[in-house]
């Protein structure tokens, strides 16, 4: 398989782990890295609270060796906030207190809270502004720049986009699509970003409805995009990274069974216990996602959301028995 360089690190595969707020920390991403994801990226830290300092913001910028390559990302509503951002963090990896691939600029998130900041999809209707922050950020960081945006806020501007990043200084970039403002309602055309990668020099992982195997390798050999972004279909699945290898590589892959399921959510909540991350809240968020598609979940999802303890939670996913998958619809 060819290796493709994204920031200062070469991915050894084709699909990697997207950013997802409350779920991507450091734990999920090490056993995602294990799983067979190329390159995770960290849940975004709001730039004006790195500025500030602060053990929850610290939290969500944890990294470890074990787990690179791994992207930093990071959202704000200025240059000037997002440009020292980047240089603080870009310190912190320097004198070894923090690994990352890349710094990468989230313009893509759709959450009304951001947007109502001025950050993420609200900066897509901003071109100039876009600009401004990634040069700041490329300006004032040691480590590599990279971006993750969407097609556009309302129309398709990827293209547009994608050329002024990179002409901005951006060593890579991520593309969603979808535009900001349709959500999910658009349910193909992900074969536009074939003419995006084709337009630019720098790498270009494609990015939006890669929620299977068989999907996610669609997508790659569709687009000619550099590597795939998985997100929300690896939520309880880490196993859809050897999956997706596997289907590339060899043309098939074996489907996981709950044995196996149950023992990478031990895995999870033991590197979670290790990193300091596992605190009950996080532990039920991402024990329901475990134990979703099979039967017997209602009642899995009731008890997990009464759980008070992490102790708790492990035990109620180790005695889950389901009798058989779900079928799709049920």
């Not at 990226?41 to 053990?55: C, D, H, L, M, S």
């Not at 475990?290 to 492990?314: H, I, P, Q, Y």
């Amino acid at each position: 398989m060819l290796l493709m360089k994204y920031g200062n690190s070469e991915l050894r595969g084709k699909f990697v782990l997207g950013p997802m707020a409350a779920y991507t920390d450091i734990a999920f991403r090490l056993l995602c890295r294990r799983a067979g994801a190329a390159m995770c990226f960290t849940e975004f830290a709001n730039a004006e609270a790195i500025n500030r300092g602060g053990k929850n913001t610290d939290a969500l910028l944890q990294t470890s060796k074990e787990e690179m390559p791994v992207g930093i990302q990071i959202f704000g509503a200025t240059p000037e906030a997002m440009g020292k951002a980047a240089a603080s963090i870009s310190a912190r990896v320097q004198n070894g207190e923090l690994y990352a691939s890349c710094i990468d600029i989230n313009f893509g998130c759709p959450a009304g809270s951001v947007i109502r900041a001025g950050a993420g999809s609200a900066l897509l209707k901003s071109p100039e502004k876009m600009r401004a922050i990634a040069e700041a950020c490329v300006r004032h960081s040691g480590v590599p720049v990279t971006a993750k945006i969407r097609a556009g806020w309302k129309s398709d501007s990827a293209l547009e986009l994608a050329r002024m990043l990179e002409k901005a200084g951006v060593a890579g970039i991520t593309i969603h699509w979808r535009t900001a403002t349709e959500g999910r309602k658009r349910q193909a055309g992900w074969e536009v970003l074939r003419d995006v990668k084709g337009a630019l020099s720098i790498p270009v992982i494609g990015n939006g409805g890669a929620s299977t195997p068989e999907k996610a390798v669609r997508f790659l050999n569709e687009t000619s995009c550099d590597a795939v972004m998985i997100s929300s279909a690896a939520l309880g699945n880490p196993h859809i990274f050897s999956q997706a290898n596997d289907l590339l590589e060899k043309g098939r892959c074996k489907e996981t069974l709950w044995g196996e399921k149950r023992a990478s959510f031990l895995e999870y909540s033991s590197l979670a216990q290790k990193y300091g991350v596992a605190t009950p809240k996080r532990m039920r968020s991402q024990a329901i996602e475990w134990v979703t598609g099979f039967n017997g979940v209602k009642e899995a999802r009731k008890k997990l959301n009464s759980a008070k303890t992490v102790e708790e939670v492990e035990k109620i996913v180790s005695g889950f028995e389901p009798t058989a998958m779900k079928t799709a619809g049920a």
